[in-house]
């Protein structure tokens, strides 16, 4: 049994460089390889926080403003979700992206703009 396949290597490496000298529509290609690769990595870093975050104690609310915090932190996802992803949210978030392509890019837009929201918090 081969553990090691080097013809699959090969292939992997021909479609990652064919990728850098890809024909027509080069640019298109292009900005969507680079966005996928900024959303992995805001992706990354929002885990990384939020394992951060629910690892220590940021304090405790009395009683009445507990339950408030909690309940904001519970809507807030999805209301935001819900916002930018529905036609007119996508028009916004069409705009962050080059024109021809920016309705096919909204969704990893929301995606780079809400791991963006979690990872930004820092520790003074």
Known sequence: MKCFDKRR??????FAFGIVRAP???????LAVLSGVICQVTFAA?????????????????????I???VALVLQFP???HLLLSDRGIGVL???????????????????????????????
Do not use: C, D
């Not at 929002?46 to 507990?66: D, H, R």
């Open 79 to 81: 209301l935001a979700h």
């Open 94 to 124: 069409a705009k962050f992206a080059p024109k021809v392509h920016g309705s096919t890019h909204a969704i990893t837009t929301n995606a780079m703009i809400a791991s963006l929201h979690w990872s930004r918090r820092r520790r003074e």
């Open 46 to 66: 929002a885990v990384l926080a939020i394992f951060n975050e629910m690892s220590q104690s940021l304090g405790n609310f009395p009683a009445p403003w507990s």
């Open 68 to 70: 408030l915090a909690n």
């Open 24 to 30: 027509a529509g080069a640019n298109r290609i292009s």
């Open 9 to 14: 290597l090969l292939r992997l490496l021909k």
